[in-house]
T-cell receptor
Framework: KQEVTQIPAALSVPEGENLVLNCSFT??????LQWFRQDPGKGLTSLLL?????REQTSGRLNASLDKSSGRSTLYIAASQPGDSATYLC????????????FGTGTRLQVFP | KAGVTQTPRYLIKTRGQQVTLSCSPI?????VSWYQQTPGQGLQFLFE???????NKGNFPGRFSGRQFSNSRSEMNVSTLELGDSALYLC??????????????FGPGTRLTVL
């Protein structure tokens, strides 16, 4: 059974810092991995999607990497801003004939001025 | 292009009642999935529909059901509500078949409170 874990559970940093969020999964047989952010009480916003054959994806100040063999992904946020404060979730898709996502526990990020 | 929409946004029900939630996917998206989010259990997969067929189902009791219409809009129904059904229900859609990406786009959710 696929399990997804995110470390740390919470993070508080001053504005301007570069930071790394970690995601690990127990079964390397994944189709893709997706990173989301969620603001309190809101839906999920897709940040990056990495196909199983890819090693990384970049969007602006965000960079996500994937090491399928070791069951790990990292989300790197450069030059953090207070607007980055949110919960970050990673999710894996287990197969190529389903859109089912298995979510991690999330990392709650607070960036203070 | 409009995003995923969900109605209603907020709902208050009492135990024993039933509820129907609605989800309209992004135009052209044919796959719709439903998730339940609670503080204790996090985000859990309910079910997934593609071309009006349930393609996958999570580990929830039969009180939770869904369907998809020919225009890809989807509804989920919860019968005989229990206090533990209080949650944020999220719907996601994807454009199946486009380079196999199946990137998921989520709606704002329906906040269900069961009293």
């Amino acid at each position: 059974k696929q399990e997804v874990t995110q470390i740390p559970a919470a993070l508080s940093v001053p504005e301007g810092e570069n930071l790394v969020l970690n995601c690990s999964f127990t079964d390397s047989a994944i189709y893709n991995l997706q990173w989301f952010r969620q603001d309190p009480g809101k839906g999920l916003t897709s940040l990056l999607l990495i196909q199983s054959s890819q090693r990384e994806q970049t969007s602006g100040r965000l960079n996500a990497s994937l090491d399928k063999s070791s069951g790990r992904s990292t989300l790197y946020i450069a030059a953090s801003q207070p607007g980055d404060s949110a919960t970050y979730l990673c999710a894996v898709s287990p197969g190529d004939n389903t859109d089912k996502l298995i979510f991690g526990t999330g990392t709650r990020l607070q960036v203070f001025p | 292009k409009a995003g995923v929409t969900q109605t209603p946004r907020y709902l208050i029900k009492t135990r024993g009642q039933q509820v129907t939630l609605s989800c309209s996917p992004i135009s052209g998206h044919r796959s719709v999935s439903w998730y339940q989010q609670t503080p204790g259990q996090g985000l859990q997969f309910l079910f997934e529909y593609f071309s009006e067929t349930q393609r996958n189902k999570g580990n929830f009791p039969g009180r939770f059901s869904g369907r998809q219409f020919s225009n890809s809009r989807s509804e989920m129904n919860v019968s005989t509500l229990e206090l533990g059904d209080s949650a944020l229900y999220l719907c996601a859609s994807s454009l199946v078949g486009l380079a196999g990406t199946n990137e998921q786009f989520f709606g704002p959710g329906t906040r269900l409170t069961v009293l």
